[in-house]
Nanobody, 119 residues
């Protein structure tokens, strides 16, 4: 059973960098064709895909967030990390990490973590 668990600060000040980590168990993040994603849901809005890092370490980001987003990984710890810079209150959301196999739909999700951007 694949399990994902997000962790990180729940409160970030405007202009700072949001940093979240997703710890993965039950699967290796280097398994062929697995894509490890970040998704968020602002209050009252739809889910928004942020980006992914692949089994080989390649990354791809949403065009609307690309200039502020970085996704990296630590294979020794089997985890991957989201960094979103220059945050504003509009970045307030529940942030999820999730897995997809290639271009298939996201099949395993973390529980989500609330991040609030406020002074």
């Amino acid at each position: 059973q694949v399990q994902l668990q997000e962790s990180g600060p729940g409160l970030v000040k405007p202009s700072q960098t949001l940093s979240l980590t997703c710890a993965v168990s039950g699967a290796s993040i280097t398994t062929n064709y697995d894509y490890w994603n970040w998704v968020r849901q602002p209050p009252g809005k739809a889910l928004e895909w942020i980006g992914y890092i692949t089994y080989s370490g390649s990354t791809n980001y949403s065009p609307s967030l690309k200039s502020r987003t970085s996704i990296s990984r630590d294979t020794s710890k089997n985890q991957f990390t989201l960094q979103l810079s220059s945050v504003t209150p509009e970045d307030t959301a529940v942030y999820y990490c999730a897995r997809a196999v290639g271009s298939d739909e996201l099949d395993y999700w973390g529980q989500g973590t609330q991040v609030t951007v406020s002074a």
